[in-house]
């Protein structure tokens, strides 16, 4: 009975693990950024390529400055998060364009999302 037990909470370990990486992994939004022509400039696009409406996204900013003004209604930061177009929907294929300058590039990560697909 104990081998059953472990068996079937391993199955479960794995076909969780599994189903986190397919949401993760098939529905996020990608982040591209590259340097500008301007030195320490950084071009970002963040892109729905999913089939699904992606909504409240948030990026972990923590530690995050820009020396340019950067629209409030594209990326927004309050505290050690940033607001992705404040957090209304952003539909299959759209793309949002934002420019900040820094001496590095810096490594967002998408730490919250909320998916709704039809």
Known sequence: MA???KYMCLVIFF???SE???AQGEYNLTIHQEASSAPQE???AIENTTPCVIFDAK???KGFQSGTKIDPKVILKEDDLCIINGGQQINPQESLHF???WECQFPFKLVHQSIACS
């Open 3 to 5: 081998r059953l037990t």
């Open 59 to 61: 990026l972990d900013c």
């Open 42 to 44: 950084w071009n970002v």
């Open 99 to 101: 420019v900040y300058s």
């Open 20 to 22: 986190d990486s397919f």
């Open 15 to 17: 076909f969780l693990m």
